[in-house]
C-alpha cells in the first residue's frame, strides 16, 4: 500500500484461491467455499454430511492436482493477478486513494484488508467485487462478508461498494478491445469464438437470480461489437464448471466443444468474459481439459484467450468504475 494519508480506501475483491496447491491446503479452502449458504443452496443438516463425509475426502486431492499445473512462482494465478490489479489501479488513481486487495474465500481476507485499510485511516470504502455479472453465490456472498466484517467493528469506516458491471461500456469496450487483439495474434483463423461464463445450477435462475440474464446480455453487447472488429467469425455462449448432479444452466461448456468438433468445427478460440482474472477455471479446466475434450472428438486447434488481467484495456475499465463509485467523495 502507498505511504500517503488518505482518508479513501479501494478494496478489490475477488473469490478466493487455496495457500498451496496442496491437498490440506485445498480441503481448507473448499471447507470454507462450501460452507457457505450462498454457494451451496442446501440445508445445512442434510449438506454438512456429504461435505464432510465425501466431498472433503475425495475432492482435495484432485482439486490439488489441477492447482499444482497452473500454480506460478508468485502463488495462485488469481492471488497474483489481483494483486497486480490493485498495484496498477493504485498508480493510475496516485496518493489521494488506498488500494488493496482481498479474497472472499482464503487469503487475505476481506475482514483483514478493512481492517487494515481502516487501521491506515480510510474513513470511506469502496468494497469493489470483481464480478461483472451479479450472482447471490459471488456478489450477494462478499455483500454477506463485508457485513460481517463491519458487524465486528467498533468504529466503522463509510462503505459503498460497486455494482454489477455485465452491460456497462467501459466493460464492454474492454472485452471488445483485449478480445479482437488476441483473435487476430492467434496463429490461425478460429472458426467460432466460444463465450464461457462460469455455470450455475439452473434453480438459481428459477428462483430470481439474474447471473443467467446478464449473462447473455454481456454475450449480445459483446457479440454486436466483435461483429464489426472479427467480421465472419461465429460466436456463441456456454457455461462452464458443473459441480453435483443438479441441472446446471446450459449448454455446458465441454459439451459445446465435443459437439462441435464432431460436427466438424477444426478451430475454437474460448474467452471467458465473466473471470476478471485468469485462474484455475480457465488454465486448468479450459486450457488443458477443455483442449483435451476438443481435440478427443477431433478438433485440431483451441485457442484459450487471456481474461482481461491487469493488461492495458482492464486497467482502464477497473480506473473507469472506480473513478465514477469515488464521486462525490474523491475528485482526484
Known amino acids: 500500500m502507498p505511504d500517503n494519508t488518505s482518508d479513501i480506501g479501494v478494496l478489490l475483491v475477488n473469490l478466493g484461491t487455496p495457500d498451496a496447491p496442496t491437498p490440506g491446503a485445498v480441503r481448507r479452502y473448499l471447507a470454507q467455499f462450501l460452507s457457505d449458504p450462498r454457494v451451496v443452496e442446501i440445508p445445512a443438516i442434510a449438506w454438512k454430511p456429504i461435505l464432510h463425509g465425501v466431498i472433503l475426502r475425495t475432492r482435495p486431492a484432485k482439486s490439488a492436482h489441477a492447482y ?4 506460478t512462482p508468485q502463488g495462485s494465478p488469481l492471488a497474483a493477478i489481483t494483486a497486480a490489479q490493485a498495484r496498477g489501479l493504485q498508480a493510475l488513481l496516485g496518493a489521494g486513494v488506498r488500494v488493496d486487495w482481498a479474497m472472499r474465500y482464503g487469503n487475505p481476507s476481506i475482514p483483514a484488508r478493512l481492517q487494515a485499510l481502516k487501521d491506515a485511516g480510510c474513513e470511506r470504502v469502496l468494497v469493489a467485487p470483481l464480478y461483472p455479472q451479479y450472482c447471490a453465490a459471488t456478489t450477494a456472498s462478499v455483500m454477506d462478508s ?22 456497462d461500456d467501459a466493460y464492454i469496450s474492454a472485452l471488445e478491445e483485449d478480445i479482437a ?12 469464438l466460444l463465450l464461457s461464463f462460469h455455470g450455475m445450477p439452473e434453480r438459481t435462475r428459477t428462483l430470481g437470480d439474474p447471473y443467467h440474464a446478464q449473462c447473455i446480455e454481456t454475450a449480445r453487447l459483446l457479440g454486436q461489437r466483435l461483429a464489426s472488429r472479427l467480421p465472419g ?10 459441480f453435483g448432479p443438479a441441472k446446471w444452466l446450459e449448454p455446458a461448456t465441454e459439451t459445446v466443444l465435443e459437439e462441435e468438433a464432431r460436427a466438424g468445427t477444426r478451430r475454437i478460440a474460448i474467452a471467458a468474459p465473466g473471470f476478471s482474472a485468469d485462474c484455475v477455471e480457465t488454465l486448468e479446466e479450459l486450457a488443458i481439459r477443455g483442449r483435451e475434450v476438443f481435440e478427443s472428438a477431433g ?9 482481461l488481467n491487469d493488461r492495458a484495456p482492464g486497467m482502464t475499465m477497473l480506473e473507469r468504475l472506480v473513478r465514477r463509485e469515488l464521486s462525490g467523495w474523491w475528485h482526484g
Open 181 to 192: 487483439a488476441q483473435v487476430s495474434a492467434l496463429d490461425f483463423a478460429p472458426e467460432m
Open 233 to 242: 467469425l461465429r460466436i456463441e455462449t456456454s457455461f462452464q464448471s458443473r
Open 299 to 307: 478438433g485440431e486447434r483451441l485457442a484459450v484467450l487471456a481474461c
Open 146 to 167: 463485508l457485513g460481517e466484517a463491519l458487524g465486528a467493528m467498533r468504529r466503522q469506516p463509510a462503505v459503498r461498494t460497486l455494482p454489477p458491471y455485465y452491460a
Open 68 to 71: 499444482a499445473q497452473v500454480w
